[in-house]
């Protein structure tokens, strides 16, 4: 990277690759003897990649605290997504019609609920409160006896702040519904174990704890068995849930990321916190300044703000210096404010003028307060401007 590229600062949109990851990886595409399919177990190439995969399955697993046949490779948790919420429903047909999600998730969730309400399913969007927070009590009182499913993320993608998953897996057990939890913002950043949690669908991604772009699973609840359909047919790879050759160096890729944010998520947090702090402390001593989301529950890498009296495209502009989203990178190039800080009961216009800072493994305490210096210079020159 070059010394006049910005301080990057959205780590919630993707992740640099760990050198350890992308030395794991080359050597599977390179490395002789590697090269095999790992469905091919009729000779030794075949059977190498196979061992691979199964350790990166077991590694993913161990991440979350579930049985490693309970693992399923996807493309990312996009997929996951669309395979564990539209995959339910229409195993289920015409057993039970309703799910409920919330009004703040990623539009890899709303959008194959969305489909489904076309497909003649009913669906509950729970509003959260101011903070971001959805409550376990909001989810028992919308529970149908026609209920399926509840999908709800772990970790809010915008915001930071984090879900009582496990109130809401008990609620949910007790009824027999299905729950699914997007993990992609908490995997490796949070304790997570599906079972004590009650989670019967998990959803994460390799791009968002320094593994590589195209590679992600889902957890499938083991047992009690759980049936899925697929959403798309070939060979009948990963127990028929995910047709498909498995690309060997990605998913080595994910699985050794997976072993390093459990090796070092303690240490990771620690650090994150105290930057964060710092940060929030730097912004927090400028004028028109407020946090979005919740001030305690939340991970220790995202930070959003809301700037009052400034136009939110030149706030982006003016901070050029470092790269930040105004929100989820998937709908970055909305000129619509973020449905999820309008959820929260923010105006389209401070809901516009709102900036996602994110740290990550790589963040240095000297970005941190040359960002801030950025911030604060950025603001005197916009209110200057003001009329």
Request: charged share 20%.
């Amino acid at each position: 990277m070059s010394d006049d590229s910005p301080i990057y600062l959205d780590y919630a949109a993707t992740t640099p690759v760990d050198p350890r990851v992308a030395e794991a990886m080359t050597q599977i595409l390179s490395g002789p003897g590697l090269f095999g399919n790992p469905a091919s177990l009729g000779h030794a190439y075949g059977r190498r990649a196979r061992e691979l995969v199964e350790t990166a399955r077991g590694q993913v697993a161990g991440l979350i605290g579930a049985r490693h046949m309970g693992v399923v490779f996807t493309s990312g948790a996009t997929e996951s997504n669309n395979l564990a919420i539209l995959g339910a429903a229409r195993f289920a047909g015409d057993k039970k019609r309703h799910l409920i999600t919330s009004r703040t998730e990623h539009k890899a969730v709303l959008e194959p609920m969305k489909q489904l309400e076309h497909e003649g399913f009913q669906v509950t969007y729970l509003k959260p409160d101011v903070t971001g927070t959805v409550h376990a009590e909001q989810v028992v009182d919308a529970l149908r006896d026609d209920t399926l499913l509840v999908s709800l993320m772990h970790v809010n993608n915008e915001i930071g702040v984090v879900q009582d998953i496990g109130k809401v897996g008990q609620a949910c057990r007790a009824r027999g519904v299905l729950l699914h939890v997007d993990a992609a913002q908490s995997a490796g950043k949070v304790t997570i174990d599906v079972d004590a949690m009650g989670v019967d669908l998990l959803s994460l991604t390799a791009h968002k704890i320094y593994g590589p772009k195209g590679i992600g699973a889902l957890y499938v609840r083991p047992a009690p068995p759980l049936g899925l359909q697929p959403l798309q047919f070939g060979g009948g790879h990963e127990r028929g849930v995910r047709s498909g050759t498995l690309p060997t160096h990605q998913i080595v890729g994910l699985g050794l990321a997976c072993a390093l944010a459990a090796a070092e998520r303690e240490a990771d947090a620690k650090r994150l916190t105290e930057l964060r702090r710092r940060f929030w402390q730097g912004l927090s001593a400028l004028d028109g300044i407020e946090l979005n989301g919740h001030p305690t529950a939340h991970v220790p890498g995202i930070l959003n703000v809301a700037v009052h009296g400034v136009e939110g495209e030149s706030l982006l502009l003016g901070l050029r210096g470092i790269a930040v989203s105004s929100g989820s990178a998937c709908s970055s190039g909305s000129d619509e404010a973020s449905y999820v800080l309008r959820a929260l009961g923010r105006s389209d216009q401070l809901a516009g003028s709102s900036i996602r800072f994110s740290f990550g493994r790589f963040t240095t305490v000297a970005e941190v307060d040359t960002a801030v210096e950025i911030v604060n210079k950025a603001l005197r020159h916009l209110r200057e401007l003001a009329p």
